[in-house]
């Protein structure tokens, strides 16, 4: 085990399994290209030891340069991905290989693509040394692949977190305890938020708010919150396809989380499923609903104090508060029972002080498989 910074990361793969994978892959380049000179193009700054090797197992003419490209900040992909240093001159008519040193999502990839799709070069291929083909998005052909790796943030030869690990001989793989992820339930008042800060802090979750993830997309213009935007200015439903996305990308942000509580979806049986497949794609599933409970009259009493602080007009009217209690009975009703069919549900009281019911959801959460 290696700490880097205030991360543990556990041994993953060996020198011996690297060079051979390097190996592999410069055998397989040469079958193709060994009666010609092609440019080999490396992608820094994380392939850099990844192309030193590969020169040294490539045995035939080439040439090489470097492309300089940015989206990783720590753990997390930022998604945007900056050009810091830009295709190399006098590649016209020459075949290019690019030489990544991983492939996940493919947001580098689709750079590197546009990058070179001005240039006049004979051939443009794709190289990588490490592939996560559970997560890349499958847009562009993948030439040669070293190796094919799971869905885990891994550092060293060449990859870092937060700069440092670039160094290490071997990779080392993000040390995750075991994954809890958890759906939260609970009536308006019923201190589901607040209940929410304190299990992220307590078990390292990532707090998913499909409200927030909503607000977020839309305010920023992205893609999904675009097409989420012309739905809700048309009065449809935003399809459930695309609030998935959206939670698919928070969590693909989120690696070094050891689990996720997700807060307001779903909201449906078919929604639940949806959560399920897209969990499942990663190796990963719901480990418990919990549903905070607590009597409607305490809620309604809660619920108009609060409003008297924040001046929320539908916590200032009782029967905007009752009707809103009657959305929630029913549509948690049949996800109650689908999580039920599951053994996954759990209700809890949510009567008491706010350290009594944080109690109540630990002992739930430490007794899970």
């Known amino acids: 085990m290696i700490k880097l910074h205030d991360t543990y990361f556990k041994p993953f793969l060996s020198e011996e399994e690297i060079l051979s994978a390097v190996q592999n892959i410069a055998d397989k380049i040469a079958i193709d290209y060994k009666d010609e000179t092609p440019v080999f193009v490396g992608v820094l700054n994380g392939a850099f030891m990844?192309?030193?090797?590969?020169?040294?197992?490539?045995?035939h003419p080439c040439e090489v340069s470097f492309v300089k490209l940015s989206s990783y900040r720590g753990l997390t992909s930022t998604g945007i991905v900056e050009t810091l240093l830009d295709v190399p001159e006098n590649i016209d008519g020459k075949s290019v290989i690019i030489l990544e040193d991983i492939i996940d999502t493919g947001r580098t990839l689709q750079e590197l693509v546009h990058l070179f799709s001005n240039t006049n070069v004979k051939e443009f291929k794709i190289a990588s040394l490490f592939y996560k083909p559970d997560i890349?998005?499958?847009?562009?052909?993948?030439?040669?692949v070293g190796m094919e790796i799971p869905n885990k943030f891994i550092v060293g030869y060449g990859l870092d977190y937060k700069e440092l690990g670039r160094n290490l001989k071997e990779v080392y793989q993000l040390n995750q305890r075991h994954m809890i992820n958890l759906v939260l339930f609970g009536k308006?008042?019923?201190g589901k938020g607040t209940q929410a800060s304190f299990l992220k802090e307590k078990y390292n979750l990532k707090h998913i708010s499909t409200g927030d993830v909503f607000r977020y997309n839309i305010k920023n213009g992205t893609e999904l919150g675009t097409l989420a935007k012309?739905?809700?200015?048309?009065?449809?439903?935003?399809?459930?396809?695309?609030?998935?996305?959206?939670?698919?990308?928070?969590?693909?942000?989120?690696?070094?989380?050891?689990?996720?509580?997700?807060?307001g979806f779903p909201r449906t049986t078919a929604q639940a499923e949806a959560l399920?497949?897209?969990?499942?794609?990663?190796?990963?599933?719901?480990?418990?609903?919990?549903?905070l409970e607590a009597n409607d009259e305490v809620l309604i009493e809660r619920l108009l104090e609060r409003g008297k602080v924040s001046g929320r007009s539908d916590d200032q009217d009782e029967a905007k508060i009752r009707n809103r209690f009657d959305e929630y009975n029913e549509k948690t009703a049949p996800l109650k029972d689908f999580y039920e069919d599951m053994g996954k549900f759990h209700s809890v009281n949510g009567i008491g002080t706010i350290e009594e019911i944080t109690e109540r959801l630990k002992k739930v959460i430490e007794e899970l498989d």
């Not at 990844?50 to 045995?59: E, G, M, N, R, T």
């Open 50 to 59: 990844f192309v030193s090797d590969f020169l040294k197992a490539y045995q």
């Open 136 to 144: 890349y998005n499958g847009e562009y052909t993948i030439d040669y």
């Open 276 to 291: 399920d497949t897209f969990l499942e794609s990663r190796d990963m599933e719901i480990n418990a609903t919990i549903a």
């Open 230 to 263: 012309s739905y809700i200015d048309r009065g449809e439903l935003v399809p459930d396809e695309v609030t998935i996305k959206m939670l698919q990308e928070e969590v693909e942000k989120n690696p070094e989380a050891s689990g996720f509580i997700f807060d």
């Open 188 to 190: 308006p008042g019923a």
